[in-house]
């Protein structure tokens, strides 16, 4: 996939994101559905709605529920090299759905073949931290709608996920699944891959 193309062609090609995403559902064991925009069904929703039915088209890929938290959404998201682009566009879109049940980011780096997932709020608050010196006519925009965007690092989710870890805590995401699993002296968390020792 070629964050290039057209967005027409781009969604019907293979998503390596939620390609990923799902099997981290599966191998969690988390009950998950589509919510969002289906690649095989982008024809027939193209009829439904119009291009300004923003908060519509901008529902979370996903809607998961998982032993010990209730429903939350989830919006995939590829990330190159030089890190993942949130449009401000998008975040108003999932802010919206935010209200409803919480939104959480899954985020693939293809070439690292890493992934992380933060809770929508935590990636506002990089994007903000990023741009808060940035004038409205020096933002990044995209090249075929000029949407502005914030690009985030893979570092920079790293950072924050870990925060609690680094502590020795688990984070949010594990103490709600306790998605916990023993490894002689070493918990792993299954939610990021973090590795810490059980004092």
């Known amino acids: 996939m070629n964050h290039n193309d057209p967005t027409d062609v781009r969604m019907k090609k293979p998503n390596i994101g939620e390609i990923e995403c799902v099997k981290y559902f599966k191998r969690n064991k988390i009950a998950f559905g589509r919510f969002g925009y289906d690649n095989e069904n982008l024809e027939y929703e193209k009829e439904e709605f119009t291009e300004d039915d923003e908060l519509l088209r901008k529902?979370?890929?996903?809607?998961?529920?998982g032993k010990g938290f209730n429903f939350c959404f989830v919006e995939v998201k590829i990330g190159a090299a030089d890190g993942?682009?949130?449009k401000d566009i998008d975040v108003k879109g999932y802010?919206?759905?935010?209200?409803?049940?919480?939104?959480?980011?899954y985020v693939y780096y293809a070439k690292a073949?890493?992934?992380?997932?933060?809770?929508?709020?935590?990636?506002?608050?990089?994007?903000?931290?990023?741009i808060k010196d940035v004038k409205p006519e020096n933002r990044d925009k995209m090249w075929n709608n000029g949407y502005?965007?914030?690009?985030?690092?893979?570092?920079?989710?790293?950072?924050?996920i870990y925060h609690e870890h680094r502590k020795n805590k688990p984070c949010e995401m594990c103490e709600r699944n306790n998605a916990m699993k023993r490894d002689d002296d070493i918990y792993v968390c299954d939610?990021?891959?973090y590795k810490y020792p059980v004092k």
């Open 84 to 86: 993942v682009k949130i």
């Open 148 to 160: 502005p965007y914030t690009k985030v690092l893979l570092e920079e989710i790293q950072s924050v």
């Open 59 to 65: 529902r979370p890929d996903y809607i998961i529920y």
């Open 95 to 105: 802010k919206y759905w935010n209200k409803t049940f919480p939104v959480w980011i």
């Open 191 to 193: 939610v990021c891959n």
């Open 113 to 130: 073949e890493k992934h992380e997932l933060i809770k929508l709020n935590d990636i506002i608050s990089i994007c903000k931290e990023k």
